[in-house]
């Protein structure tokens, strides 16, 4: 069964053994969560249930960058809730049981990261009022409830160069201005974030693995279905 961040197991969110499964690529600004899912979809013919354009979605986002103080509070509730809608629609999707379907949903961020990495990073740096983070984590709480804990987690690790360079090569609305200290702090927050994550197995891909080179990135999708395997056989 698994377990919630804050250790409680949700029985409401229990699947049958006879189940699809899900799983979770994710990574700080710029590792390129969503160039691993893709691939993963492409190469294992998995389901994908991907971020899209947030900075179109979120009305919030791009001012937050400019003006966290501001906008920042705003912005994280936008985050939490559209998670809640996002993990309805995949609890349907998991629960759908068709021959036809791929029997692996993998999605490009995780909803516990919101609060776990990005809150964090923010608050470690002054930028948001502690009475405001405090009501996020409460709202965290409640709202995590709805979310669903993956089978898999798979981390993208990203050294600050790396950050640095993917981020201007993106040229996301918003992120752009994020200076190095805030980039560096949330990438540390995710490293933090990952390390405490004990919900589900991990499988961690070093920030030295290029997935646009061919070769590498056919071996750590068949490392990630192994690992999917076997966490899930051992469920079993």
């Not at 250790?7 to 499964?21: I, L, W």
């Not at 294992?44 to 900075?55: M, S, T, Y």
């Not at 705003?74 to 759908?96: C, G, I, Y």
């Not at 197995?201 to 990135?217: L, N, S, Y």
Request: cysteine-free; overall charge negative; hydrophobic content about 40%.
């Amino acid at each position: 069964m698994s377990i919630m961040p804050n250790g409680k197991q949700p029985d409401h969110q229990s699947f049958p053994q006879a189940r699809r499964r899900y799983v979770v690529v994710t990574g700080s600004i710029g590792a390129g969560a969503s160039t691993l899912a893709q691939a993963l979809i492409d190469k294992l013919g998995w389901q994908g249930h991907l971020e899209g354009h947030v900075e179109e979605d979120n009305a919030f986002f791009a001012d937050s960058y400019l003006d966290f103080p501001r906008w920042g509070f705003a912005s994280q509730v936008h985050f939490l809730l559209a998670s809640v809608h996002r993990h309805d629609a995949l609890r349907s999707e998991l629960a759908r049981v068709d021959t036809a379907l791929p029997d692996v949903i993998v999605e490009d961020r995780t909803p516990f990261e919101h609060s776990g990495a990005y809150l964090a990073a923010n608050e470690s740096l002054g930028r948001i009022p502690l009475r405001e983070a405090q009501l996020l984590r409460d709202l965290t709480r409640v709202l995590e409830r709805s979310y669903l804990v993956p089978d898999l987690l798979v981390f993208r690790q990203l050294t600050p160069a790396q950050a640095r360079s993917r981020v201007a090569e993106r040229d996301r609305p918003g992120e752009g201005v994020a200076g190095d200290e805030l980039l560096e702090a949330i990438r540390q927050s995710f490293d933090g974030f990952v390390d405490r994550w004990k919900s589900s197995p991990k499988f961690i891909v070093p920030a030295e693995a290029d997935v646009r080179e061919p070769d590498t990135r056919d071996r750590l999708v068949g490392d990630i279905a192994a690992a999917l395997d076997s966490a899930t056989t051992s469920l079993g």
